[in-house]
């Protein structure tokens, strides 16, 4: 089995800065592309940056400039610096992987860590 652990939610002010984390581990071959996605409530799950295992990395539009994904492909870990907070980054933060075990490829999703922006 494969486990997704994500850290370093919180409150912050507008303006501020956050560093998420997210650590797979288990029974891992390798793992593809990686990824953080947000979710308001109701309101549908939103990719928000994602890295390749080369480290190619894709951001939405609205996170561009302000928000770096990195990842540790010898720990595999993923993280995602949020700087210059705005009230609508608020939203629970969930980590993605793709992890290859064996001859298959699988999708696996962290619990969520929610960011709150708010003054």
């Known amino acids: 089995q494969v486990q997704l652990v994500e850290s370093g939610g919180g409150l912050v002010q507008p303006g501020g800065s956050l560093r998420l984390s997210c650590a797979a581990s288990g029974s891992i071959f390798s793992i593809n592309a990686m990824g953080w996605y947000r979710q308001d409530p109701g309101k549908q799950r939103e990719l928000v940056a994602s890295?390749?295992?080369?480290?190619?990395?894709k951001y939405a539009d609205s996170v561009k400039g302000r928000f770096t994904i990195s990842r540790d492909n010898a720990k595999n870990t993923v993280f995602l610096q949020m700087n210059s907070l705005k009230p609508e980054d608020t939203a629970a933060y969930y980590c993605n992987a793709e992890v290859v075990r064996g001859i298959v490829t699988w999708a696996y999703w962290g619990q969520g860590t929610q960011v709150t922006v708010s003054s």
């Open positions: 890295i390749t295992s080369s480290g190619s990395a």
